[in-house]
């Protein structure tokens, strides 16, 4: 069965840094696209990050270009996301997705992803 697993989370001053883990496990099928998305109370899901798996290719929301940075490590099985400058509108619970394809009519949308983490908490104080 598939598992993602996120850590890292946690109360963080505005400016201050984090860095986000992912532990997959089940996900054997490499042509896939790892995203991080993130949900503040009363908001919609919005993406945050993407990467082929290969790595060959990452996708930022324009809010967080330049601030954070999605990477994975092939052999650990796992998908990071640096976040450094936090601001306090960076305050979210934060969720690691894979997709079961390649292919997706739109990378930034998590209709398309179809495995999920449980999320972990993010808040950034001012």
């Known amino acids: 069965q598939v598992q993602l697993v996120e850590s890292g989370g946690g109360l963080v001053q505005a400016g201050g840094s984090l860095r986000l883990s992912c532990l997959t496990s089940g996900l054997t099928y490499n042509r896939r696209i790892m995203g991080w998305f993130r949900q503040a109370p009363g908001k919609e899901r919005e993406f945050v990050a993407a990467?082929?798996?290969?790595?060959?290719?990452?996708d930022y929301v324009d809010s967080v270009k330049g601030r954070f940075t999605i990477d994975r490590d092939k052999a650990k099985n796992t998908v990071y996301l640096q976040m450094n400058t936090l601001k306090p509108e960076d305050t979210a619970i934060y969720y690691c997705?894979?997709?079961?394809?390649?292919?997706?009519?739109?990378?930034?949308?998590?209709?398309?992803?179809?495995?999920w983490g449980q999320g972990t908490q993010v808040t950034v104080s001012s």
């Open positions: 990467i082929l798996w290969s790595g060959n290719y990452t």
């Open positions: 997705s894979s997709t079961a394809r390649r292919t997706v009519p739109t990378i930034r949308d998590h209709m398309y992803y179809d495995y």
